[in-house]
Nanobody, 116 residues
């Protein structure tokens, strides 16, 4: 089954950290660019970060640059998003996605809530 499954979300205080994971199955993960996207309540999707299939190129939205780090382990077929110095405005449903054979694949997401 072709799928992406996110995990690692939760409730964290401002200034805290979380590490999200995106586990892939059913397709050639190691040849796919992976994106992290988030959607806050009442807002549209916001691109967060992208990593190339080799992992040598990463890009970030200005809102998370310097605080978030994207990475991947192609052997484990998993991508990660390390989130540090979290802010209340980072509260959102986070999901990973990719385009495989012209079809956008997206997981169900993992909720991140930043609150004291």
């Amino acid at each position: 089954q072709v799928q992406l499954v996110e995990s690692g979300g939760g409730l964290v205080q401002p200034g805290g950290s979380l590490r999200l994971s995106c586990a892939a199955s059913g397709f050639s993960f190691s040849t796919q660019t992976i994106n992290w996207v988030r959607q806050a309540p009442g807002k549209g999707p916001e691109w967060v970060s992208t990593i190339s299939w080799v992992g040598d190129r990463t890009t970030y939205a200005d809102s998370v640059k310097g605080r978030f780090t994207i990475s991947r382990d192609n052997v484990k077929r998993t991508a990660f998003l390390q989130m540090n110095s979290l802010k209340s405005e980072d509260t959102a449903l986070y999901y990973c996605d990719t385009v495989f054979r012209g079809v956008r694949l997206r997981g169900q997401g993992t909720q991140v809530t930043v609150s004291s």
